[in-house]
């Protein structure tokens, strides 16, 4: 069972200082839209198009039509809501092999406020045929699932927070498409999306065990219909409650992807995320304010289980 490391790494810096050399590696083209997440090296094929971040998908589409694999880097509140339809025409619809990487996922755009705050990004792109949709549980993981993007046979869409966020020791190596289980249980499943999320995740199982109850948790780094079968194959089969928790509306997203798929075994389901639009503010204020702390899951996992028995 993986255990929360006291270092904080963001996936973005981690991103960041691992780009360089996988995109020479797999001669993959780079195209930038002024993030200021990328460092290019001599020997990188690196394209800076600036705030355009329609011209950025088609550029790459182009790219990719023509031989090369190609990633597009954007704030993923930009890409998803702004390219949305550059995405879906010129990317997903064709099969492009394409990684389109979000920064400032969810709320950690923080002060930024709801311009800068990718909540939607998970149900929209959930939403594409063929279309990927990656989120990394730590810095580790977000290395290893940048490299099976760049490597994958279509497109992908993978999403990195802003600043430190939890490292987690013993977690397994990723693969994409398959959920990890990195804690066993058998009454209450506890799906979890993104760093801060697993690590509240596991915190919550610790203390539902002070309750009574056994409570498995699983990390879902691939969040999309596709892989949310898997999800229902990793599930115990004496579960009698599913909690889903992720940094994003609900809407759409990983636990209306993961319900859908389990929707034959009758299991009651608690989705927990992000509800409507957020105010500036600190990335941990947010996650309070949208009910995603340790103290507040615990208190509505225990009344869900309590009106469910």
């Known amino acids: 069972m993986p255990d929360i490391a006291p270092e904080r790494v963001s996936t973005r810096a981690a991103f960041t200082d691992a780009l360089p050399e996988l995109a020479v590696r797999h001669g993959v083209l780079v195209v930038d839209t002024d993030t200021g997440s ?4 001599p020997g990188m094929d690196y394209l800076n198009v600036g705030i355009a971040e329609n011209a950025a998908i088609g550029l790459a589409a182009g790219a990719e039509r023509w031989g090369r694999r190609a990633l597009v880097c954007t704030f993923a509140a930009f890409s998803v809501s702004r390219a949305y339809e550059f995405i879906k025409l010129d990317v997903a619809y064709p099969r492009r092999r394409i990684c389109v990487v979000g920064t400032h996922g969810g709320a950690s755009g923080g002060w930024l406020g709801p311009t800068h705050h990718a909540t939607e990004d998970l149900a929209l792109m959930n939403a594409l045929p063929h279309m990927r949709v990656v989120v990394p549980a730590d810095a580790h993981q977000a290395v290893s699932l940048l490299e099976q993007c760049l490597r994958y046979d279509g497109p992908t869409y ?8 939890p490292v987690f020791g013993g977690l397994p190596e990723p693969e994409l498409g398959i ?4 804690r066993p249980g058998r009454d209450i499943a506890l799906v979890a999306t993104g760093p801060e999320i697993l690590a509240t995740a596991l915190e919550v199982a610790d203390r539902l065990a002070g309750e009574g109850y056994d409570a498995q948790v699983v990390n879902v780094h691939t969040v999309d219909p596709e892989s949310a079968d898997a999800v229902g194959r990793t599930l115990a089969g004496s579960c009698r409650w599913l909690v889903t928790l992720e940094e994003a509306w609900t809407s ?8 859908a798929a389990i929707g034959h075994r009758g299991i009651p389901w608690l989705p927990l995320g992000v509800n409507g639009f957020l105010p500036p503010g600190t990335h941990a204020s947010l996650l309070e304010e949208s009910g995603l702390t340790t103290e507040a899951v615990v208190g509505r996992v225990l009344k869900f289980v309590t009106a469910s028995q």
Request: net charge positive; aromatic share 0%.
């Open 252 to 259: 759409g997203g990983m636990g209306a992807q993961v319900a």
């Open 158 to 165: 993978l999403r990195l927070g802003r600043k430190d966020s």
């Open 179 to 182: 959920p990890q289980e990195v």
């Open 38 to 41: 990328i460092k290019p090296t």
